[in-house]
């Protein structure tokens, strides 16, 4: 990875560097090798998980909010841009063209249109969620809400709808995955909602080129 990350990292613009980044989870010989090779953690990220027979709140919308699932290709610019526009200023975020995100995001085996959501606030997309079915477990794949909207429980009723669309669609078991830092306090959030951490990954990192200007 190092070896091809290098030529890549010529590519760079003047003023960034690159790092190249590996995940490890409780894999302790993997870590350690990471650290002998100069890599440093820098980051935990969590995977939380809900079992919905054991029950869950309504979600709660404030005045004025409409919510609805995600009609495809009529739904596609909206939900890219709302999630673009929610994910900004996240950890190492980097802006996607809407054909890439779509062919990534939306044309997945598992992408649920039905049991997933964007919210509207006079004619406006400022919320949305992008979940999963899979064989085992509903997965709660990209959830945002722009960030002038933030605040108002927006967040915590599309989770909560999302549970409410995975329990009708008989799928009890829900998970996700977020940063332990993440930028609009996602982690409380999952946790006031019912989800408990079961996994934990800790991305490591290292410095592949220096800044270039």
């Given at each position: ?21 590996v ?36 979600p709660?919308?404030p ?107 008989g799928?009890?078991?829900v ?39």
């Amino acid at each position: 990875m190092e070896d091809r990350a290098r030529p890549e990292a010529s590519h760079a613009a003047a003023g960034e560097s690159v790092t190249l980044a590996v995940a490890a989870s409780v894999n302790s010989s993997k870590q350690d090798l990471l650290r002998r090779r100069g890599y440093d953690r820098v980051r935990i990220f969590f995977r939380m998980a809900i079992d919905l027979a054991g029950g869950f709140a309504p979600p709660r919308w404030p005045e004025g909010f409409e919510v609805r699932s995600v009609h495809r290709r009529d739904d596609d610019a909206a939900l890219h841009a709302t999630l673009q526009d929610a994910f900004a200023e996240h950890y190492r975020f980097m802006p996607e063209p809407l054909d890439e995100w779509t062919q990534r995001i939306l044309a997945h085996e598992h992408f649920a249109p039905d049991l997933s959501f964007i919210v509207h606030h006079h004619g406006e997309a400022v919320g949305a969620v992008a979940n999963y079915l899979m064989p085992d477990v509903g997965w709660v794949g990209t959830l945002g809400v722009r960030h002038p909207w933030r605040g108002q429980g927006i967040g915590k009723a599309l989770l909560l709808h999302s549970f409410d669309a995975f329990h009708r669609a008989g799928q009890d078991k829900v998970a996700l995955g977020v940063d332990s830092e993440n930028a609009a306090g996602a982690t409380r959030l999952y946790e006031r909602a019912g989800k408990r951490v079961d996994q934990r990954h800790e991305l490591f990192e290292k410095l592949v080129a220096p800044t270039r200007g």
